[in-house]
């Protein structure tokens, strides 16, 4: 039986060429990284070739996460024996191809740029890393082909302790754009340092802090120029452990204001929790005025402060976004809205909405909760004010006192409510009293065709309005001869895209119409709106009156389409009414200019509608087949009467639209196709002319 000492040589011996072995053979090697295999099932790789003591490679190396997958299809270590006798460990080269990063949200891939596939030392215990060929989810990033390249420096490897620390030099932002939205673009550069700990008994953690310096955001805008907002310095700095990462983010800018945010991340779980807080301070308002059409000036400072919550597939936000001291120019207004003010109450999908603004000396106050559910919005929006100065410029200078309420529910949205016009003054443009009326026939054939909703959520909501306006009679009118005040009420309604309706009485109050020199009383005036508002019927009687008779004007009918006609007290023929209204006295018995006058009038009347009066005109003075008719184009246009004076003498007067100037001809038919032609005019003439037709 051999001896304890026996034993325990062979024992040592045997020990020793076990220990020789692992150390010193590939299969040793094998060996022992299967036991550690066994020992970490998230670990897989294989021996290629070499010895722990000379220098080992290993193939098909991936280490498996909850998170993702990392793996690196070769590696090769070559260290220092020397180092190893001392519980230390000093790298001379790495070699290393195919790093693979593939993470539950995605891939990261990327070559090593060396042909040989080394990571080459800089100098003893560094090494750097350069790849390029980066790709996400099976695309490349940016238009160019990006290069990464880490520079470490020495690793620091104990038994029960290992540091690495990395460096990361300059790298063009542009190798995002392909991630960002169509025409956001990031000009900058950015730069960076790593740091990678670890501790026994611990795991592993690492630190990334990412710096770019004094450059731009880019965003798209509807004018040709884009929006270049600058700023100082922009850094994300990040902890990644096991069961933990701390992302943090942080931007100095004068066009972006200072903010940023903390989040922490567990991506061991799932759905992987979220928290954190969001801070930002300073961001100006102007940039609204290019992102949204109807504005044309925004001023004012938002500012954010919240906590974040959820996971990553659905993030909370619970906090406030407040925009104070803001100045809101819509498109429609000459006037801003000044000390806006909107404060919103954010608590997930809830939203608590406080605000208002000043117009002239009025105040409006805005008021309502909005509450997301699933895409749609919900909730209601109430807006009240008194004394709100509202200016359009020529058009319209009105004093409001709103109470309107927008309901949004199941897609939908609905605005009710009142505005009280409390006083201001309203303008029409004005017009040349020759202009010819478009002819009911007429089409338009570039008008565009209303959009309707896509059935498949092409519109994301559907508007119908029910409002009631009232009109108090300090609003004063004036436009095309017409002065007075306008009262009455009206009742708005549109459903969705459909033609929009208007029901009501708009009044005319001590009104006065001025026309050829004269200043008629308005004794009745009424716009009736009983469908289209394009289309009111027209209740209108404008007098000239003396002790001994009164002589009048009626317009009734449609607004496109009105008919004109003449009254008087006691009787009269038309062409009496008419040269009482303009001259005051009988036909005949004025001046030449007054006579122009009369004339001109019984033009205008058949051009906006008062055909019938000019016919009734010329019969009286023996012409038939009146006519009343437009020719010529640009300078040359003129508004013309013309009708036989006998069966073949044809007399016509035309009036200069847009020049001081008349022209009156008269054509003798010698047969239907030769006729004699005098005209007196601007020039006058003499000719003979003969008509035919061909095909």
């Given at each position: 039986?051999?001896?304890?000492?026996?034993?325990?040589?062979?024992?040592?011996?045997?020990?020793?060429?076990?220990?020789?072995?692992?150390?010193?053979?590939?299969?040793?090697?094998?060996?022992?990284?299967?036991?550690?295999?066994?020992?970490?099932?998230?670990?897989?790789?294989?021996?290629?070739?070499?010895?722990?003591?000379?220098?080992?490679?290993?193939?098909?190396?991936?280490?498996?996460?909850?998170?993702?997958?990392?793996?690196?299809?070769?590696?090769?270590?070559?260290?220092?024996?020397?180092?190893?006798?001392?519980?230390?460990?000093?790298?001379?080269?790495?070699?290393?191809?195919?790093?693979?990063?593939?993470?539950?949200?995605?891939?990261?891939?990327?070559?090593?740029?060396?042909?040989?596939?080394?990571?080459?030392?800089?100098?003893?215990?560094?090494?750097?890393?350069?790849?390029?060929?980066?790709?996400?989810?099976?695309?490349?990033?940016?238009?160019?082909?990006?290069?990464?390249?880490?520079?470490?420096?020495?690793?620091?490897?104990?038994?029960?302790?290992?540091?690495?620390?990395?460096?990361?030099?300059?790298?063009?932002?542009?190798?995002?754009?392909?991630?960002?939205?169509?025409?956001?673009?990031?000009?900058?550069?950015?730069?960076?340092?790593?740091?990678?700990?670890?501790?026994?008994?611990?795991?592993?953690?690492?630190?990334?802090?990412?710096?770019?310096?004094?450059?731009?955001?880019?965003?798209?805008?509807?004018?040709?120029?884009?929006?270049?907002?600058?700023?100082?310095?922009?850094?994300?700095?990040?902890?990644?452990?096991?069961?933990?990462?701390?992302?943090?983010?942080?931007?100095?800018?004068?066009?972006?204001?200072?903010?940023?945010?903390?989040?922490?991340?567990?991506?061991?779980?799932?759905?992987?929790?979220?928290?954190?807080?969001?801070?930002?301070?300073?961001?100006?308002?102007?940039?609204?005025?290019?992102?949204?059409?109807?504005?044309?000036?925004?001023?004012?400072?938002?500012?954010?402060?919240?906590?974040?919550?959820?996971?990553?597939?659905?993030?909370?936000?619970?906090?406030?976004?407040?925009?104070?001291?803001?100045?809101?120019?819509?498109?429609?207004?000459?006037?801003?809205?000044?000390?806006?003010?909107?404060?919103?109450?954010?608590?997930?999908?809830?939203?608590?909405?406080?605000?208002?603004?000043?117009?002239?000396?009025?105040?409006?106050?805005?008021?309502?909760?909005?509450?997301?559910?699933?895409?749609?919005?919900?909730?209601?929006?109430?807006?009240?004010?008194?004394?709100?100065?509202?200016?359009?410029?020529?058009?319209?200078?009105?004093?409001?006192?709103?109470?309107?309420?927008?309901?949004?529910?199941?897609?939908?949205?609905?605005?009710?409510?009142?505005?009280?016009?409390?006083?201001?003054?309203?303008?029409?443009?004005?017009?040349?009293?020759?202009?010819?009326?478009?002819?009911?026939?007429?089409?338009?054939?570039?008008?565009?065709?209303?959009?309707?909703?896509?059935?498949?959520?092409?519109?994301?909501?559907?508007?119908?309005?029910?409002?009631?306006?009232?009109?108090?009679?300090?609003?004063?009118?004036?436009?095309?001869?017409?002065?007075?005040?306008?009262?009455?009420?009206?009742?708005?309604?549109?459903?969705?895209?459909?033609?929009?309706?208007?029901?009501?009485?708009?009044?005319?109050?001590?009104?006065?119409?001025?026309?050829?020199?004269?200043?008629?009383?308005?004794?009745?005036?009424?716009?009736?709106?009983?469908?289209?508002?394009?289309?009111?019927?027209?209740?209108?009687?404008?007098?000239?009156?003396?002790?001994?008779?009164?002589?009048?004007?009626?317009?009734t009918g449609p607004a496109d389409d009105p008919v004109l006609t003449l009254f008087s007290r006691p009787p009269m023929e038309q062409s009496r009414i008419l040269a009482y209204l303009i001259t005051g006295a009988p036909p005949g018995s004025g001046t030449p200019d007054e006579t122009a006058l009369i004339s001109q009038a019984a033009v205008s009347l058949g051009v906006f509608g008062g055909g019938q009066i000019g016919g009734a005109l010329a019969e009286e003075i023996g012409i038939s087949d009146f006519r009343l008719q437009a020719t010529g184009q640009g300078e040359t246009a003129q508004v013309a009467v013309s009708g036989y004076?006998?069966?073949?003498?044809?007399?016509?007067?035309?009036?200069?639209?847009?020049?001081?100037?008349?022209?009156?001809?008269?054509?003798?038919?010698?047969?239907?196709?030769?006729?004699?032609?005098?005209?007196?005019?601007?020039?006058?003439?003499?000719?003979?002319?003969?008509?035919?037709?061909?095909?």
């Amino acid at each position: 039986m051999p001896s304890l000492r026996t034993v325990l040589v062979a024992t040592l011996i045997a020990l020793a060429w076990a220990t020789a072995w692992v150390l010193s053979t590939t299969a040793g090697a094998q060996w022992l990284l299967d036991r550690l295999t066994e020992a970490e099932p998230r670990l897989e790789a294989q021996v290629a070739s070499g010895t722990l003591w000379s220098g080992i490679t290993l193939r098909d190396l991936s280490w498996d996460e909850r998170w993702g997958r990392v793996g690196l299809a070769r590696l090769r270590v070559d260290w220092q024996p020397a180092c190893l006798r001392q519980w230390t460990l000093c790298i001379d080269g790495v070699t290393g191809q195919g790093l693979v990063i593939d993470a539950r949200a995605g891939a990261f891939r990327a070559a090593v740029l060396d042909a040989d596939g080394r990571w080459p030392l800089s100098e003893r215990g560094r090494f750097q890393l350069a790849i390029d060929g980066i790709r996400w989810r099976g695309e490349s990033l940016g238009e160019q082909p990006v290069r990464l390249q880490l520079t470490t420096s020495a690793l620091q490897a104990r038994p029960r302790s290992a540091t690495l620390r990395l460096d990361l030099p300059t790298l063009p932002l542009a190798a995002l754009d392909s991630w960002l939205p169509d025409g956001v673009r990031l000009p900058g550069r950015v730069s960076g340092t790593g740091r990678v700990d670890w501790r026994s008994g611990h795991p592993p953690r690492a630190r990334l802090t990412l710096v770019s310096r004094a450059s731009q955001v880019v965003l798209p805008m509807d004018t040709e120029e884009p929006l270049a907002l600058e700023y100082h310095r922009a850094v994300i700095d990040a902890d990644l452990r096991p069961q933990q990462v701390d992302l943090r983010f942080g931007m100095a800018s004068p066009d972006l204001g200072r903010g940023g945010f903390a989040l922490r991340v567990d991506p061991t779980q799932s759905p992987r929790p979220l928290q954190g807080e969001v801070w930002l301070d300073g961001l100006p308002a102007a940039p609204l005025a290019g992102a949204l059409p109807g504005l044309r000036r925004s001023q004012g400072r938002i500012k954010v402060a919240g906590r974040v919550s959820g996971n990553l597939s659905r993030p909370r936000f619970a906090g406030d976004v407040t925009w104070a001291d803001g100045l809101l120019l819509p498109r429609a207004l000459a006037r801003p809205l000044r000390d806006f003010r909107l404060r919103l109450t954010m608590d997930g999908p809830r939203a608590e909405i406080a605000g208002g603004f000043r117009a002239g000396e009025g105040e409006a106050v805005l008021s309502g909760r909005l509450q997301r559910r699933g895409q749609a919005l919900a909730g209601r929006l109430r807006l009240t004010g008194e004394d709100l100065a509202i200016d359009t410029g020529p058009t319209a200078s009105v004093t409001l006192a709103p109470d309107l309420t927008v309901t949004l529910a199941s897609g939908e949205a609905r605005l009710d409510g009142v505005v009280d016009v409390q006083g201001g003054a309203v303008s029409l443009p004005s017009s040349a009293s020759d202009a010819v009326r478009v002819s009911a026939d007429a089409v338009r054939v570039d008008t565009p065709a209303p959009s309707r909703p896509d059935p498949d959520g092409g519109l994301p909501l559907a508007l119908s309005t029910d409002v009631r306006l009232n009109l108090g009679e300090g609003l004063r009118f004036r436009g095309r001869g017409l002065t007075g005040a306008l009262a009455g009420r009206l009742r708005l309604r549109q459903q969705g895209l459909d033609e929009p309706r208007a029901d009501g009485v708009v009044r005319l109050v001590s009104g006065h119409l001025e026309a050829y020199g004269q200043r008629l009383e308005v004794r009745r005036g009424r716009l009736i709106f009983a469908g289209s508002p394009r289309r009111p019927r027209l209740d209108i009687e404008a007098v000239r009156a003396s002790p001994r008779r009164l002589a009048g004007l009626r317009v009734t009918g449609p607004a496109d389409d009105p008919v004109l006609t003449l009254f008087s007290r006691p009787p009269m023929e038309q062409s009496r009414i008419l040269a009482y209204l303009i001259t005051g006295a009988p036909p005949g018995s004025g001046t030449p200019d007054e006579t122009a006058l009369i004339s001109q009038a019984a033009v205008s009347l058949g051009v906006f509608g008062g055909g019938q009066i000019g016919g009734a005109l010329a019969e009286e003075i023996g012409i038939s087949d009146f006519r009343l008719q437009a020719t010529g184009q640009g300078e040359t246009a003129q508004v013309a009467v013309s009708g036989y004076l006998a069966p073949n003498l044809l007399i016509r007067y035309g009036v200069g639209v847009f020049t001081p100037q008349n022209t009156l001809s008269l054509r003798y038919y010698l047969t239907e196709q030769l006729y004699l032609e005098a005209i007196s005019g601007a020039e006058s003439a003499l000719d003979l002319f003969y008509a035919f037709d061909y095909d």
